[in-house]
């Protein structure tokens, strides 16, 4: 009994540090893990175009992740949407800063 509790701890600790960080207007849900293969749909879902990710940590790749956020990283300043940002309305459930660490890292 205690190796089955065991078990369903692990599941419950994996589960917590995978979260979800975004959720499109269709329902999905895309976790940390999941954000670098999704990284581009997540970015025409917003922008409604493509736009270069740049590389991961990279000037471009935080200008991208701070529009699909709404907001930038750097000193937390807030951040005006470009114009052409009028794509689907993107849900982040624990908050932007989860979903920024994932969009900055994503390889």
Do not use: T, Y
Not at 29 to 43: H, P, Q, Y
Not at 61 to 77: M, N
Not at 80 to 90: H, I, K, N, V, W
């Amino acid at each position: 009994m205690v190796l089955v509790g065991g078990a369903v701890g692990g599941v419950v600790v994996m589960r917590g540090s995978d979260p979800v960080v975004v959720v499109r207007s269709s329902g999905q849900e895309i976790r940390a893990s999941e954000v670098a293969e999704n990284l581009g749909s997540i970015s025409m879902a917003h922008f409604n175009l493509e736009r270069e990710a740049g590389k991961p940590q990279s000037k471009e790749r935080k200008k991208l992740c701070g529009h699909i956020a709404g907001w930038i990283v750097d000193e937390d300043k807030p951040l005006a949407l470009p114009l052409e940002s009028m794509g689907e309305p993107l849900r982040f459930p624990e908050g932007p800063k989860p979903f920024l660490n994932a969009c900055l890292a994503a390889e």
